[in-house]
């Protein structure tokens, strides 16, 4: 909204700077965004709140100064006579101008209101320079004496009016009705809109001619020739201004207004000023009399407001006179009532529909810098983080102890090959969730996975030189089910490149499968579980068939996925090294996880070591050797370690040679080197019988 | 058979002429062991006559203390030399490069959230968690929007079709927690925050983006007021921007608090908006049976990326969700 001092001075004047005005004005809830110096004057440029349609003209902020600045601003007699008229309209009569035009409404629900007058014999030419000058200054462009008129006065008073040019119009008839089916109209813009039924037209005995409170139509505008006027001023339903503004895309200052609520009264406030502007500019007069279609008027609401509730709400004092000035300031005539006053809400202020409302306007023109600092009082609640919050906090302390980069991406991203799977958590069947509104194809998906995000994460640094990332994410991903949407909280692990930056004393390594698995270990064993990881049955194809694996718990619960990345997606992806990634549900960890420490007594007894070798074909899973030596080293074996594996000379060709360190002790005695020999024996034999595996003693 | 005497000549040169003390060892094992030259001269005892015997052994054993003697002093001296030396020839290049620990960091959202979170549960709220995929219905209708209001314009939202959004704001939560106390599930008095992931329909410059986070907090209990709302955000922002920071209001409108305001701190000589603020609308309370007459409440919110951008002077929203690596590794554990 832009304002023209020089144009608010017709209403207020006052002795404050312009930027101290600005300053008031902003700290009462209107921001001045800008002051602007134009050639036509200096100009506020406000942004008013969309709860407060009544600002949106010169009249309604000369309102809002008066209410603030009280005894130290003086309102002109222009400013009580329209403030006169719009509290308490004159009574109007058809009078002469219905011998010129008809109106008749037939959807008053949504144009409670309408009113025509006929303006006869002008002469369409410039209006007054310093109009012209005004409208420049408010950001309008001057037309000519007519249509300034109209605009002059809605930019004035806030309601938009429209001039049609009378001869045009079937029959000298105004009908106000929804649209039919397959009706049209070209707008002044020269747009041509195919209409829907439920959309409010203004219309002549036959056709549209003007999409109503939003903008007229071509065929009946007022063009160089016309001599008869039909001045339009109305009252439209706000709803129906922008749901048919919003399908027309068509936005104008006119339906910006509606859509905010104009006071019904201005109807005929407006009619009588603009016709008294064109009086004057042009020495034209209207026909006697209004035609006024207002069948329900609206009441004016009675409001009361407690002082002492005002008080408690605001926290600050308040004596009765000084909130009885604000009230009458805001010409909400105020009545002392009981416990505080009693209002009448003037039309125009639709949004003060309750007591709080009126204990906000006190507090706003008092000025909200009384308000006092002051602690909660009452009962202490006990502060606390979310479940998922704590234990995603406990993720990323054991994640960077695993020396991973946290990460936090976009949930919005474009279709892609990660789309076909979630986490594997589920065996469900479940399909993306795309926007229906998108801002492009590149933003048209929620995620599905994080692993979409992270390979994303990879490309965007691998494009700048960064090729060694070790990187997690814990976010949010989106599906939809059969029945309904679902959101899970993920957990997303991403290693690639090599294992640590190149250094003189250590070659780096590049990541392989088993850097990420030492991850996944690490981070299973810190939550207190028990990994175990599964073969992929189905086929995933985010992952390299032979490098996958289900993460389970020791109940074989699925918790996540883990595996290099497919190497057709790597080829897409435009990787030249290899990518491991590995997602979870946050909320499986969660459930699974081991909350509670119990405490076990540190040995008393000596251990006795062993390290034993074996020659074994490498098609036998490790894990299944492994598995046979905890069984059958029992109680007593407290720890193993693969610590070498062989493949070459003196091996046989597929077979492989691997050694395990292993720790014997028992809780209860020394153990004798007889019968922890007793026991290798039997693991030998365990792992010769089962495996087929050949000791190397 | 050979003097003591000579022996002793012969240990003394060799002591001397020792140059280290593994060399001192081999002297020490010649001369003191059982096998050396004194303990051959004293396993030849049983040839003296028996009268003689005493005062052989005496100064052999004699002869075998003074060379210990010696040669300890002896090896004491090499010992140091050899240390010494060690020592010289260990100097390292204090200049080379340690062996590097991967640089992994929390994100700098993360931290912030952690400050927020840490800010606010020392206040006595209580986090939750609620959806960012969200009924139509929790994010505008139960916030008190008029149904197609321009107050929704500012918040343009990304629809999934069913009356499903991305939520717009954070305060989405309210409804969800109402209905909780509703049902039975909570008890007034209360104080609920959330931190979480908001979706505008905007386009991304270095101050805007579609996708965004928020923090929301709000309170309801007996006979709580603006100054109860000033209070609490003066001690939230003075324990994330500093114990000088002021608060200050000015009218702003959502249509879930009235009053409402948005409240800006004191910033580097000026006033620096950083949210939005208000009584919850008795409209709201009402709706979910709660007795506004008795209660009231306090909301606010404000965005997460700002806190960094005006800690840490970053510039570009962008930023934040690129995951430039350069970018992320500049943050110092907090």
Known sequence: MRVPIEWLWDFVQFDLSISDLAERLTMAGLEVEEILETPHGTVLSLYITPNRGDCLSIFGIAREVYALLGESCQPTPLFWRLSEWILNPPPVEPGETAQYARVEVLDPDLCPRYGARVIRGVVIAPSPASVQNRLLAAGMRPISNIVDATNYVMLELGQPLHAFDLDTLSQQTIRVRRARAGECITTLDERTHRLQPDMLMICDAERPVAVAGIMGGAETEVTEKTQNILMESAHFHPRSIRRTSRTLDLSTESSYRFERFVDPNLVVVAQLRVCELIEEWTGVAPVLGMLDVYPQPLPMRMLGVRLRRAEQMLGFPIAPQEAQRVLERLQLQPKLAEEGFEVRVPLFRPDLAREIDLIEELGRILGYERIPESPPTGTTTQGKDSPEGAFAERLRTILLGAGLQEVVSHTLEPENPFQTAGSGVSEQMYQPVALYNPMSEELSFLRFSLLSSLIRTADYNRRRGIRDLHLFEIGRVFALGEQSYYEWLHLGLLMTGQTHEPHWSEKPKPVDFYHLKGVVEYLMRALGMAPRFVPMNGHDPRFHPGRCAYVHDKDDQRLGVLGELHPSLAQTYEFRQRVYLAEFSLNALLHRAVHTVVYRALPIFPPVLRDIAVIVPQAVPVGQLLDTLKEVGGDWLESIQLFDRYVGEHIPEGWHSLAFSLVFRSRERTLTDEEVNERVDQMFHALETRHGALARR | ?334
């Not at chain 2, 003697?69 to 020839?89: C, G, N, T, V």
């Not at chain 2, 007034?188 to 329909?201: D, E, H, W």
Request: glycine content about 8%; aromatic content about 10%.
């Open chain 2, 1 to 334: 058979m050979e003097s003591i005497q000579s022996i002793l000549e012969q240990a003394r040169e060799a002591i001397a002429q020792s140059s280290s003390t593994s060399e001192l060892q081999s002297v020490a094992s010649r001369y003191l062991g059982k096998k050396g030259a004194l303990g051959q001269l004293l396993r030849q005892i049983g040839s003296l006559p028996p009268e003689q015997r005493p005062q052989f052994g005496q100064q052999v054993n004699e002869a075998l203390s003074q060379l210990a003697r010696q040669i300890a002093e002896r090896y004491e001296q090499l010992a140091q030399q050899e240390l010494k030396a060690q020592i010289r020839a260990e100097l390292l290049d204090i200049t080379l490069p340690g062996v590097p620990v991967r640089p992994a960091r929390l994100h700098p959202l993360t931290i912030t959230a952690r400050q927020v979170k840490q800010a606010l549960i020392g206040l006595g709220f209580e986090f939750v968690e609620g959806p960012e995929l969200e009924r139509f219905e929790y994010n505008f209708g139960a916030l008190n929007y008029p149904e197609d209001h321009p107050a929704m314009d500012a918040q343009n939202s990304f629809h999934v079709g069913n009356g499903w959004l991305l939520r717009t704001q954070t305060t989405a939560i309210q409804g969800r927690i109402f209905e909780e106390v509703q049902r039975g599930e909570r008890s007034l008095p209360l104080r609920i925050a959330i931190i979480g992931r908001c979706f505008r329909y905007e386009n991304v410059d270095a101050t805007h983006s579609h996708t965004f986070h928020q923090v929301d907090a709000f309170m309801v209990d007996e006979g709580v007021s603006m100054a109860h709302l000033k209070g609490t955000l003066t001690q939230f922002a003075r324990l994330m921007f500093g114990p000088e920071v002021r608060v200050r209001f000015r009218p702003d409108f959502f249509p879930f608090v009235e009053p409402g305001v948005d409240f800006a701190i004191s910033w580097k000589g000026g006033w620096l908006e950083l949210g939005g603020a208000g009584l919850i609308h008795p409209n709201i309370l009402e709706h979910y049976g709660i007795d506004s007459e008795r209660y009231s409440g306090f909301a606010f919110g404000l965005g997460i990326e700002r806190i960094p951008m005006l800690q840490y002077g970053v510039d570009d929203l962008r930023l934040f969700l690129e995951n430039d690596l350069r970018f992320l590794t500049q943050f110092p554990v907090l």
